[in-house]
């Protein structure tokens, strides 16, 4: 039908003139049709095989033909020559062609797109498992199988020993060179903070020097170490009598108010003394007094007066004893009477420990950690550990006892104490343990006991020293 569509000029143009000898009537239902006027064929042009004078049979054969998918104007096979059907097929496959291509462009374009996150994570495995593939070693190759006759079963056996060989050597050599290796773990960056910092510019702190200090106060506390038995040369004192005078004397150096290095030097005194020279009972409380009295003229700017010692010692002794005695303690230790205290320690460590504390937490600490190295004094189990391990015992128990949830906290013993305290956790855990068993014993004792030596507990338990003794002390 389309292609009969077309007025009476372009028939003129292709076919020429009409000639007919019986009026062609039905010409009016063809061409009334107002659509396209200059339609025409697929190929350009009207087909020399149409009957003009027979349009009706034409349109019937037209009906019957049904129009093929891939052309727009239907047209029957029939109807075209062989010229025009090679070109028909032609333009199939370039139809073909070009709907495929486009098809092909519009996948890619979609799949460019929509290119998912599944897909880049699938990509990234394969690429992991083709480098660990590249690095370990080759595994074993499949043997492809061979098609073999039911008669020829010795070749049969003979591939098989020879597998079985080949993976033999195969495990042996993976063995050999593949050796189990212990995983490393990845080690933690140690946080260390510098504590010196804040005080560069103070000369009175020598920040330039501290550290050589620190490391030469380490090497002569070795030296100055007292043996356990240092009291076997004494023959009537004992280590209870010991501890009786150094309680004692804690009272009194809070009574004349004097600075906490008089209080460790004293006591260091005294025991270097009791073990060199025999001394009697009667005289070991004036060993004790001629012994503060040197310390706070080693240590203090205004050391108190020797009368103010008679005074303390109920007048038991004369002013003449004491000069005296203080001239046998000076002549028997040689003038020597600089030793390493662990007061000198705990006042770095106290601060390497308070790092990122608020002032209130900072000030409990110093004083806690204070009255558990005070306990340690009058002990003389406490005589084997060295003072800095005895400081930074004291450091790490105060430290336990203020932090009560230490569950869900980092580890108390920091990067930063380990580095200025030189010690681990597992060197110091028994000194602490034994602090903590003192602290504890004297916590629950009874204040008006005289046979117990609670002077420490009595000065910490005053409101100066914001009453630290009350805390309770956590076994570690």
Not at 195 to 224: A, G, M, R
Not at 237 to 249: A, C, H, P, S, T
Not at 354 to 359: F, R
Request: proline residues 4%; contains cysteine; charged residues 30%.
């Amino acid at each position: 039908m389309q292609i009969l569509k077309g007025k009476s000029q372009i028939l003129n143009k292709k076919v020429g003139s009409l000639k007919t000898s019986q009026p062609f009537n039905n010409t009016k239902k063809l061409f009334n049709n107002k659509q396209s006027s200059r339609q025409r064929s697929v190929f350009g042009r009207i087909n020399s095989n149409i009957n003009v004078n027979n349009p009706q049979n034409n349109l019937n054969k037209r009906k019957q033909t049904k129009p093929k998918g891939f052309l727009k104007r239907g047209v029957s096979q029939n109807v075209l020559p062989k010229n025009g059907k090679q070109q028909l097929n032609q333009n199939k496959v370039r139809v073909r062609k070009s709907f495929n291509q486009g098809k092909e462009r519009l996948m890619v374009k979609k799949s460019r797109k929509n290119v998912t996150v599944k897909n880049r994570k699938e990509d990234k495995l394969k690429l992991k498992t083709r480098k660990s593939q590249t690095n370990k070693i080759n595994p074993l190759k499949r043997v492809g199988s061979q098609l073999l006759n039911p008669n020829s079963s010795s070749l049969l056996f003979q591939n098989e020993n020879k597998n079985k060989n080949q993976n033999q050597n195969q495990n042996q050599n993976q063995n050999q060179n593949q050796k189990r290796r212990p995983i490393k773990k990845k080690k933690k960056k140690k946080i260390i903070y510098n504590i010196d910092k804040p005080n560069l510019k103070n000369p009175q702190y020598v920040t330039e020097f501290v550290e050589d200090i620190f490391s030469h106060q380490k090497k002569k506390e070795v030296e100055q170490m007292l043996p356990m038995n240092f009291l076997s040369v004494q023959k009537k004192i004992n280590e209870k009598m010991r501890g009786i005078l150094f309680d004692w004397l804690c009272e009194v150096h809070l009574k004349f108010k004097l600075k906490t290095e008089v209080l460790y030097l004293t006591c260091k005194i005294i025991d270097k003394f009791l073990s060199k020279i025999h001394v009697p009972t009667s005289k070991l409380q004036l060993t004790g007094i001629t012994s503060m009295l040197i310390a706070s003229k080693y240590e203090e700017i205004y050391p108190p007066e020797v009368n103010d010692f008679v005074y303390i010692s109920d007048d038991s002794y004369k002013r003449e004893e004491i000069l005296k005695m203080e001239s046998i303690i000076l002549n028997v230790l040689n003038f020597r009477v600089t030793y390493v205290s662990p007061y000198f320690f705990i006042q770095r460590y106290i601060k390497a420990a308070g790092v990122g504390m608020k002032t209130m937490d900072y000030l409990k600490l110093k004083l806690l950690s204070n009255y558990l190295l005070e306990l340690s004094i009058p002990r003389l189990n406490m005589i084997k550990y060295k003072p800095s391990q005895l400081a930074s015992a004291a450091v790490y128990l105060a430290l336990v006892s203020l932090n009560t949830k230490t569950l869900n906290k980092p580890p108390l013993w920091t990067d930063t104490l380990q580095y200025y305290t030189k010690f681990k956790l597992s060197e110091i855990i028994d000194c602490a343990r034994d602090l903590a068993k003192i602290a504890i014993h004297v916590g629950s004792a009874d204040l008006k006991d005289e046979n117990e030596l609670l002077s420490a507990r009595k000065k910490y338990k005053n409101k100066r020293f914001a009453r630290i003794a009350r805390i309770p002390i956590r076994m570690v």
